[in-house]
């Protein structure tokens, strides 16, 4: 069994990605609608990173399009986490209504059956086994069926996603985020 940093280490390498937006860049680059996003690697971003890498590892959500929008509506379904990865959840989770509503519902209501992880300190949850995690997130249980409360958070959750990304509310808070930033010295890696 490996621990989730080991794991991770993998995960990156099959995802083709840098070790976790930690290469150094300022900006990372996603896609909305097959054309290039940029996001800025602001330090709230760098402190959720490492949460939303290990879902992705928990659920089994590759890195494509599809996959963050079933991590960002896994994520909400769960419930609370920091301010900046909600915004950015409701945003791959509206991408992902729009493009794969079934998948995006599917995942959005397996993580209202399931835990986030973001009540564990990132050093224990890099140390932790990748199947530890997994129970502890509730990603080793079957899917389970709908009911009408997770319909309804479903809409609400869809209402609020709109309301951040359909109005200025979203770029206007990025934008704020980055400026905050911007006025502080950039971390060392």
Not at 7 to 34: N, S
């Amino acid at each position: 069994m490996a621990c989730a940093a080991r794991a991770l280490e993998g995960f990156y390498r099959r995802e083709k990605l840098p070790a976790g937006g930690h290469d150094g860049a300022r900006i990372d680059w996603a896609r909305a609608f097959g054309l290039p996003v940029p996001i800025v690697n602001t330090r709230a971003r760098l402190e959720v990173l490492p949460y939303h890498d290990v879902h992705h590892l928990v659920t089994g959500y590759v890195t494509d399009e599809a996959g963050e929008a079933e991590v960002g509506a896994w994520s909400l379904g769960t419930g609370d986490g920091p301010a900046v990865g909600r915004v950015y959840d409701l945003g791959t989770f509206l991408l992902g209504l729009a493009r794969w509503p079934r998948r995006t519902a599917a995942a959005f209501v397996r993580g209202r059956h399931g835990h986030n992880l973001y009540d564990v300190p990132v050093g224990e949850l890099l140390a932790t086994e990748e199947a530890v995690l997994r129970r502890r997130a509730g990603a080793d249980r079957a899917a389970q069926a709908a009911t009408w409360r997770d319909r309804l958070a479903l809409l609400v959750i869809a209402v609020e996603a709109a309301a951040w990304w359909l109005t200025p509310a979203a770029p206007l808070f990025m934008a704020l985020t980055v400026a905050r930033e911007a006025l502080l010295p950039w971390p060392e890696r």
